[in-house]
């Protein structure tokens, strides 16, 4: 799915916040994400803390089972310069 999401930045915050206009939220839930980048800015791992909490609500099918199933994932990426 690649989809185009509008996006806001509070500066005294320091928060970007990514979203779907037309769309009012329902339930919210906080995770920890950590990218790690290479000498050129290229991302070369994530990390999602909390991942079943926060996949698993988003689509409650998903298994902590299926999770440690996982060995390979397709990310699209973008940059912006």
């Known amino acids: 799915m690649n989809e185009k999401f509008s996006a806001s930045y509070d500066r005294e915050g320091d928060v970007?916040?990514?979203y779907r206009p037309a769309k009012k939220v329902k339930k919210s839930i906080e995770v920890d994400l950590v990218i790690g980048v290479?000498?050129?800015k290229q991302m070369v791992?994530?990390?999602?803390?909390?991942?079943?909490k926060f996949l698993h609500t988003i689509?409650?099918?998903i298994s902590k089972d299926m999770l440690?199933?996982?060995n390979e994932v397709e990310l699209n990426v973008?940059?912006?310069n």
């Open 59 to 61: 689509n409650s099918k």
């Open 38 to 40: 290479d000498k050129n």
């Open 68 to 70: 440690v199933d996982v």
């Open 78 to 80: 973008s940059m912006i």
């Open 45 to 52: 791992n994530l990390e999602l803390i909390d991942a079943f």
């Open 16 to 18: 970007l916040t990514i």
